[in-house]
């Protein structure tokens, strides 16, 4: 099937240890996105990578960090995990900027909770 | 600062009834919206989109309008299903921007 898949879809770490959530989309798409979405369901940017590269970085803490070994993954590798960290993470990705339906296609999201 | 918001959290409506979301949005330099339908346990899902230069886009069952005179978007469904009922996020994009802005969303339910 075509889609944005992320793994694992649930996560349950302590407070310090350090976890990846990967990312993979097979729409074809050159770029990919991780949003963050809280307990009020607020969803928000984090990262948006182009063809590899980082093109937005909002404000998050240097702790996460995403990394693109191809235009087609999107991985984000969170360090000395917070109990602040705890949310649904979701990793998308669109077709290139001003073209036709150049919506954000959505993976099913991983529940990172920190104990 | 700039943002998408939503004027109502929750709605409630009886089943076969039409449905109206509605959206407040801040940055006059959006030039795409777009609605997503989040279940329970799932990522957004795209419903329907408009650009700026439209004021009215029709898709199966659902309808985006947008007033750009006041900044305003909203969703309508027709004769609304016990499967409509999710929460619905609108969304902005700037121009030159990649990434999307989201509103905070509102609960459908929907009444048998």
């Known amino acids: 099937d075509t889609a944005v898949s992320q793994t694992p879809k649930y996560l349950v770490t302590q407070m310090g240890n350090d976890k990846s959530i990967k990312c993979e989309q097979n729409?074809?798409?050159?770029?990919m996105y991780w949003y963050k979405q809280d307990s009020k369901k607020f969803l928000k940017i984090m990262f948006s990578?182009?063809?590899?590269?980082?093109?937005i970085n909002e404000t998050v803490p240097n702790r996460f960090s995403p990394k693109s070994p191809d235009k087609a993954h999107l991985n984000l590798h969170i360090n000395s995990l917070e109990l602040g960290d705890s949310a649904v993470y979701f990793c998308?990705?669109?077709?290139?900027?001003?073209?036709?339906?150049?919506?954000?296609?959505f993976g099913q999201g991983t529940r990172l909770t920190v104990v | 600062g700039e943002s998408v918001g939503l004027h109502l959290p929750t709605l409630s409506v009886q089943e076969g009834d039409n449905s109206i979301i509605n959206c407040a949005y801040s940055?006059?330099?959006?030039?795409?919206f777009i609605w997503y339908k989040q279940e329970s346990g799932k990522g957004p899902q795209f419903i329907i989109d408009?650009?700026?230069?439209?004021d009215k886009r029709q898709g199966q069952r659902v309808t985006v309008l947008l007033n750009k005179t006041v900044k305003h978007l909203s969703l309508q469904i027709a004769a609304t299903q016990p499967g409509d009922s999710a929460v619905y996020f609108c969304?902005?994009?700037?121009?030159?921007?990649?990434?999307?802005?989201f509103g905070s969303g509102t609960r459908l339910q929907v009444q048998p």
């Open positions: 408009i650009r700026s230069n439209m």
């Open positions: 998308a990705s669109s077709p290139p900027y001003g073209g036709a339906g150049t919506e954000a296609f």
């Open positions: 990578y182009n063809n590899k590269e980082l093109i």
């Open positions: 940055n006059s330099a959006s030039d795409y």
């Open positions: 969304a902005e994009r700037k121009t030159g921007r990649r990434a999307l802005t």
């Open positions: 729409l074809g798409h050159d770029t």
